[in-house]
């Protein structure tokens, strides 16, 4: 079973970068997409960004333009680059995998985002 594990995280200002990384215990070329999620306190889980193993991207539209997600297939790493951090963009992200054959996920444990105005 692969595992994911998330780095990146901590405490910025508003305007701020943070790069997110997530690490995969094995090959993640049978997972697309790979994606971003992220859970404000008291609010659902919300896709912020998915990549598929082509390279594809889409972001959900509150990040468009500030954040860019990629994928290193042979260092079986996912990237999120976010810019001009936002207060609202305060949150757990956490790194997503999708196994292209049966479509079941597999998580990280998340890491913190915080971001002072």
């Known amino acids: 079973q692969v595992q994911l594990v998330e780095s990146g995280g901590g405490l910025v200002q508003a305007g701020g970068s943070l790069t997110l990384s997530c690490v995969a215990s094995?090959?993640?070329?049978?997972?697309?997409?790979m994606a971003w999620y992220r859970q404000a306190p008291g609010r659902q889980r919300e896709l912020v960004a998915l990549v598929t193993i082509y390279g594809k991207s889409n972001y959900v539209d509150s990040v468009k333009g500030r954040f860019t997600i990629s994928r290193d297939n042979a260092k079986n790493m996912v990237y999120l680059q976010m810019n001009s951090l936002k207060p609202e963009d305060t949150a757990v992200y956490y790194c997503?995998?999708?196994?292209?054959?049966?479509?079941?996920?597999?998580w990280g444990q998340g890491t913190q985002v915080t971001v002072s105005s």
């Open positions: 997503n995998a999708r196994y292209r054959f049966t479509q079941s996920d597999i």
């Open positions: 094995g090959s993640i070329n049978d997972f697309s997409p």
